[in-house]
């Protein structure tokens, strides 16, 4: 195999803990190891704390070249365009100056990033490799940032098509995505479905006889709810707030609410008015004690925005995977990870707004056998080995950015596993 020149833009980059920048350190050290060149470009300031700095560096086997003012923080659209802007311009200006690149690979993460990738890859004459994260500007419309007809929305998907157009390999996570960037303009041929995996060598399940992290919850003998990750405006956690309430009367179940993000504050209201007592808010955890924070719960939630279905797709519920804990999702019962969770029997479905539904889930996994608990623990391991992991997937990605993967059909996002008899765990209509 030729070895290659390979420049990755990323804007998030570990030890950053967005969730694509840690994702993209996988790729970038599996490349490395190959053999290949690799450098990142990648933002100096956290994207969501932008106090918070670090410098370039090597880490194995990876060059990191990262770029001052890449980021201003994400209070607010203008201030989250703008960081995106400037990491932008900052990476065609570097880029520039290299001597040869043979492949980029850029994801969403910022969406101007595919822009300087393309035009990179034109001048270079080099494979590009887009991975689709996130859909903009239609997660812009989606969500009421912008409205449809906008200046910015209008130029946005301009240059959306154009790229989907030069990309020479388009990776996205799930069918819903497949359909709707085809839709704006992506080849069919040039596309592949590849989800996301567990961080099984970061993540691996901790035995609740070595768990301290539910000592410092002080529910040592609750069943405890988690949410866990990035808060923003497009993880609505209003449906679980309204089944906190009403599980007010149940000593015994307890929600830990950990991340940040814009939607925090409105999180913390919430609260703070419904006087929630059985709910516990704590920051983003560090990544060393991201396994033991995370094996802590008993029920992972993972929510999906009904208008955001093939647009987002929450990479949160593979970490609940790579941890053997059972999946909360809320939301459309068409979305990727409610169909993912339904059809393979890891945990429940409700629909946003249902709190009822919710609160009826929440007491049904808390009073869960154990035999059943065991039954899906076997299950979660048969999706991981071989199947749905980190080597698997990570090295399938490596082979499409350096161009030696053999084939140009879509694969199936649950990677066609077979149904499971048992199709329970659909709550609500």
């Given at each position: 195999m030729t070895k290659q020149r390979i420049l990755i833009i990323s804007q998030p980059y570990p030890p950053d803990p967005a969730a694509t920048g840690k994702y993209m350190e996988d790729v970038a050290l599996a490349l490395a190891a190959q053999g290949h060149k690799v450098e990142v470009f990648a933002s100096r300031e956290r994207l969501d704390k932008p106090s918070e700095t670090y410098k370039?560096?090597?880490?194995?086997?990876?060059?990191?070249?990262?770029?001052?003012?890449?980021?201003?923080?994400?209070?607010?659209?203008?201030?989250?365009?703008?960081?995106?802007?400037?990491?932008?311009?900052?990476?065609?200006?570097?880029?520039?100056?290299?001597?040869?690149?043979?492949?980029?690979f850029v994801s969403t993460a910022p969406p101007t990033g595919a822009a300087v990738a393309c035009i990179l890859a034109g001048i270079y004459r080099a494979r590009m490799t887009y991975w689709v994260h996130d859909v903009n500007p239609d997660q812009a419309v989606a969500l009421e940032l912008l409205p449809s007809n906008h200046l910015l929305v209008k130029t946005g998907r301009v240059i959306s098509r154009w790229v989907l157009g030069?990309?020479?390999?388009?990776?996205?996570?799930?069918?819903?995505?497949?359909?709707?960037?085809?839709?704006?303009?992506?080849?069919?041929?040039?596309?592949?479905?590849?989800?996301?995996?567990?961080?099984?060598?970061?993540?691996?399940?901790?035995?609740?006889?070595?768990?301290?992290?539910?000592?410092?919850?002080?529910?040592?003998?609750?069943?405890?709810?988690?949410?866990?990750?990035?808060?923003?405006?497009?993880?609505?956690?209003?449906?679980?707030?309204k089944a906190a309430k009403l599980l007010r009367t149940h000593p015994e179940i307890k929600f830990a609410i950990i991340g940040q993000g814009a939607g925090m504050e409105l999180v913390r209201a919430q609260i703070l008015e419904e006087n929630l007592t059985n709910v516990t808010l704590l920051p983003y955890q560090p990544a060393e004690k991201l396994a033991e924070s995370l094996s802590a719960?008993?029920?992972?939630?993972?929510?999906?925005?009904?208008?955001?279905?093939?647009?987002?797709?929450?990479?949160?519920?593979?970490?609940?995977?790579?941890?053997?804990?059972?999946?909360?999702?809320i939301g459309p019962l068409h979305s990727p990870i409610s169909s993912l969770v339904n059809e393979h029997c890891l945990g429940w479905s409700v629909t946003t707004g249902d709190s009822q539904a919710l609160q009826l889930a929440i007491l049904e996994a808390a009073a869960e056998s154990d035999e059943k608990r065991s039954s899906r623990t076997s299950t979660q391991r048969h999706l991981k080995h071989p199947l749905l992991n980190k080597p698997a997937l990570c090295g399938t990605l490596c082979q499409e950015i350096i161009g030696t993967q053999e084939g140009d059909n879509c694969i199936d996002s649950n990677l066609n596993l077979p149904p499971m008899s048992n199709k329970q765990g659909i709550i609500g209509k």
């Open positions: 370039s560096s090597i880490e194995g086997g990876v060059r990191i070249r990262r770029f001052r003012f890449s980021s201003f923080g994400k209070n607010s659209l203008p201030i989250r365009i703008l960081g995106a802007i400037s990491f932008a311009l900052q990476s065609m200006i570097v880029g520039v100056t290299r001597r040869r690149i043979d492949c980029v030069r990309a020479d390999r388009i990776i996205v996570l799930d069918d819903a995505m497949l359909e709707r960037i085809v839709a704006n303009g992506a080849k069919p041929s040039s596309t592949r479905v590849l989800p996301p995996w567990p961080h099984d060598d970061l993540l691996s399940p901790i035995p609740r006889s070595r768990d301290t992290f539910r000592s410092k919850l002080n529910c040592q003998e609750s069943f405890l709810v988690m949410y866990s990750g990035n808060l923003g405006i497009s993880h609505s956690l209003d449906t679980l707030s719960a008993d029920l992972h939630v993972v929510v999906t925005h009904d208008e955001l279905v093939g647009i987002l797709h929450p990479c949160k519920a593979y970490s609940a995977l790579a941890v053997e804990r059972p999946i909360l999702s």
